[in-house]
């Protein structure tokens, strides 16, 4: 048995609970690892429908058909891969649950750093977990890898659930962070180790799970987003983004794919963030290892205001009209 | 198209101010459309249902320009909306 995420457990490679109290219950997993269990062609036919998501996941795991807000239908492949199996679910299927739910997903880590939350999001290999790792060794405090789920808090302000308490890192960002010790592979990336911040051998400082995930609905909203791209330039480079520009932005950073059903909700949170969330771009050379230039025009540019403990963008609510809502 | 066709917004279109743009949802073709400050004055004005005539005397007492131009500029962008799902436009009904 291996905790891999906040959430799930895997127990006897049979079938897969629940880590949370009934009350807060976050899935109803109907998925069990009988070979001989295949996706009828009635469940199969209801992929296009609003609210399902349908992934087949590849060879070495199988199938998936996320059902609504709670259920998740798996075929699994002859011999699953135990690893690759919790990394599917822990990110492409536990996004569409977050979706189907109302919730934005960002494919992007968080951090609280100078007292505020920070998100870095990118494509691929854009260097999130690199700059988050860089940031955690200057004081900062990892809430999620990879995967960061919002939801509206009581005051417009988008809260952020916590995450695993792991990074995922190229070899050598691991082995230059001095990361390395307790790392195991990526399921899904050959040149990426998976490092344990709760582990023996790591101190990496991170947010206390909560039975929960989400924090209180009155907790600190989102302040900055840093979009990372590679840049053409010598120099590292940050621009702040404001605008049309900022929304189609914004747009790069979404866990997708959205699906029409599930674009209001995320518009009206697309929203709340375009107007209560510092969003910038960073663009870093590509030849060379720059990380403290990152980290320093990051630390320039998002000096908090004050560490009083309010949160000065929990304030205003979005205009939105005429029919949101 | 003629003065009096009637433009309506189509109430599942949502929209929402960002800085000096506004962006509005599409759902019927699902995607986004940015405004600029002719695009977004136009919108505000369609709050309420307009027959065209209307919409181009209010932007005319707005907006500095040739009348026949600034019409043909209108007609082109309301098409454009219509296409994209954001408005309709109805045309009278034909006298009998």
Known sequence: MEVVSEFLQLHDHKHIEILSTPSSTLLKLECF???????????????S?????????????????????????????AEVDEHHFLW?????????????????VL?????????????ISGSSGAGKSTTAAGLIQRGAIQI????????????GQLVIRQGAPQLHLTHAAAERLGLDRGARPSPVRSDKVVVPLDGPSNTIPHAVTEPEGWPAPSAPGLRDLVLLEPGDGPNVELSRLRGAELFLALQHCLYGPLKPCDTPASFRLQALLARNVRVWRLRRPQTRWCLDEVLDALEQALAAPSCSGQDPLASAEPRLHPADG | MDDRTLITRRPDAMATDIDDATVILSLPSNCYVSLDAVGQRIWALLEQPLCLQALVERLQDQFEGDANAIRRDVEHFLRELESDGLLTLQAPEPAA
């Open chain 1, 49 to 77: 429908l609003p609210h399902y998501f349908f992934l087949d996941a590849g060879p070495r795991v199988g199938r998936f058909l996320v059902e609504g807000t709670h259920i998740i239908h798996f075929e699994p492949c």
């Open chain 1, 144 to 155: 999620a890898d990879d995967l960061t789920a919002l939801r509206a808090g009581d005051h």
């Open chain 1, 88 to 104: 599917v679910l822990s990110h492409h299927v536990r996004a569409a649950l977050h979706r189907h739910r109302g919730d934005l």
């Open chain 1, 33 to 47: 690892f009988y070979p001989h269990i295949e996706f009828s062609s009635e469940l199969l036919s209801k992929h």
């Open chain 1, 107 to 119: 494919h992007a880590n968080t951090l609280l750093w100078q007292c505020g939350l920070l998100a």
